[in-house]
């Protein structure tokens, strides 16, 4: 069973967490807590062996942490995602390889891409393909890619390479549902073309980053990232070419953080537990 919490800081937040466990004769297998001390917040992970009630566990926790606590106890093990691409593979081809062999933490619902690029690898695996093409019309566009979504249950939009700007509209109907892979080291080289800003300010290091998608393009809390090093004698196809090695690991890195509900969101940061 795993329990996740986050409150208001106090003391002896973890001994009254603990000695409640202990009631309910659950034991702690493994524990990770974190505390803001300048939002004076309270993060915990707990994963724990026994048999309880969830309901009753939850209102027992509710009752000896401060009021306004979130908390979620055993929360689904295997998520639900819906996928949106455009034309570039190597995101998705991973994605699709882990959900077949059950390594992903979720279950690929269905692939929407705005390119019929990627819609003979989504068959191979037997995944559901649907293509909305851009066009003109934004708020269609997304309005269909809405309709698709309303067909399935699911927990995350993940954005493997989807190259298109959502709207607020679109952004404000998934809070804190849609991951991103963005192609810089955030927040450096925000927007397009990143590895070409880079290429040409010369940078020494690169990376991707795997963020939550807000209201402001490349801002949202940032999940996780990688570098490797850089040099004057790479061109910008080395570094797109280098990128998408680590863009792959950096997404799938996210994901599992997120699947394992080890990630927690507040103001415009995460805490990752691991």
Same mark, same amino acid.
Not at 9 to 22: F, Y
Not at 70 to 86: A, D
Not at 107 to 124: E, F, K, M, P, Y
């Given at each position: 069973?795993?329990?996740?919490?986050?409150?208001?800081?106090?003391?002896?937040?973890?001994?009254?967490?603990?000695?409640?466990?202990?009631?309910?004769?659950?034991?702690?297998?493994?524990?990770? *807590?974190?505390?803001?001390?300048?939002? %004076?917040?309270?993060?915990?992970?707990?994963?724990?062996?026994?048999?309880?009630?969830?309901?009753?566990?939850?209102?027992?926790?509710?009752?000896?942490?401060?009021?306004?606590?979130?908390?979620?106890?055993?929360?689904?093990?295997?998520?639900?995602?819906?996928?949106?691409?455009?034309?570039?593979?190597?995101?998705? $081809?991973?994605?699709?390889?882990? %959900?077949?062999?059950?390594?992903?933490?979720?279950?690929?619902?269905?692939?929407?891409?705005?390119?019929?690029?990627?819609?003979?690898?989504?068959?191979?695996?037997?995944?559901?393909?649907?293509?909305?093409?851009?066009?003109?019309?934004?708020? $269609?566009?997304?309005?269909?890619?809405?309709?698709?979504?309303?067909?399935?249950?699911?927990?995350?939009?993940?954005?493997?390479?989807?190259?298109?700007?959502?709207?607020?509209?679109?952004?404000?109907?998934?809070?804190?549902?849609?991951?991103?892979?963005?192609?810089?080291?955030?927040?450096?080289? $925000?927007?397009?073309?990143?590895?070409?800003?880079?290429? *040409?300010?010369?940078?020494?290091?690169?990376?991707?980053?795997?963020?939550?998608?807000?209201? *402001?393009?490349?801002?949202?809390?940032?999940?996780?990232?990688?570098?490797?090093?850089?040099?004057?004698?790479?061109?910008?196809?080395?570094?797109?070419?280098?990128?998408?090695?680590?863009?792959?690991?950096?997404?799938?890195?996210?994901?599992?953080?997120?699947?394992?509900?080890?990630?927690?969101?507040?103001? %415009?940061?995460?805490?990752?537990?691991?």
């Amino acid at each position: 069973m795993i329990i996740v919490i986050q409150c208001t800081d106090r003391v002896g937040l973890v001994a009254a967490i603990s000695g409640l466990l202990a009631k309910k004769e659950l034991n702690i297998i493994s524990m990770h *807590e974190h505390v803001d001390n300048t939002a %004076n917040l309270f993060f915990m992970r707990l994963e724990v062996d026994g048999a309880s009630d969830i309901n009753d566990l939850q209102y027992n926790l509710q009752s000896i942490l401060p009021e306004g606590a979130l908390i979620k106890v055993n929360p689904l093990p295997y998520k639900k995602i819906i996928v949106l691409v455009t034309k570039e593979y190597h995101c998705l $081809a991973d994605i699709l390889v882990r %959900n077949y062999f059950n390594t992903l933490g979720a279950s690929v619902q269905c692939v929407i891409g705005n390119h019929t690029t990627l819609q003979d690898i989504c068959a191979r695996f037997d995944i559901p393909f649907y293509l909305v093409q851009a066009n003109n019309d934004k708020t $269609a566009f997304e309005e269909n890619i809405i309709n698709i979504t309303k067909q399935y249950k699911y927990d995350y939009l993940v954005l493997a390479k989807f190259m298109r700007i959502l709207s607020h509209n679109f952004v404000s109907r998934y809070p804190m549902q849609i991951i991103n892979i963005h192609h810089s080291f955030l927040p450096a080289f $925000a927007g397009a073309s990143p590895y070409r800003q880079a290429y *040409e300010r010369g940078v020494k290091l690169i990376g991707p980053t795997a963020h939550y998608v807000t209201d *402001e393009l490349d801002e949202g809390p940032i999940i996780a990232q990688q570098i490797i090093p850089a040099d004057h004698s790479l061109t910008v196809h080395d570094m797109v070419q280098a990128g998408k090695e680590i863009e792959t690991a950096v997404l799938a890195k996210a994901l599992k953080l997120v699947f394992d509900d080890r990630v927690f969101v507040y103001k %415009n940061k995460t805490v990752v537990l691991e």
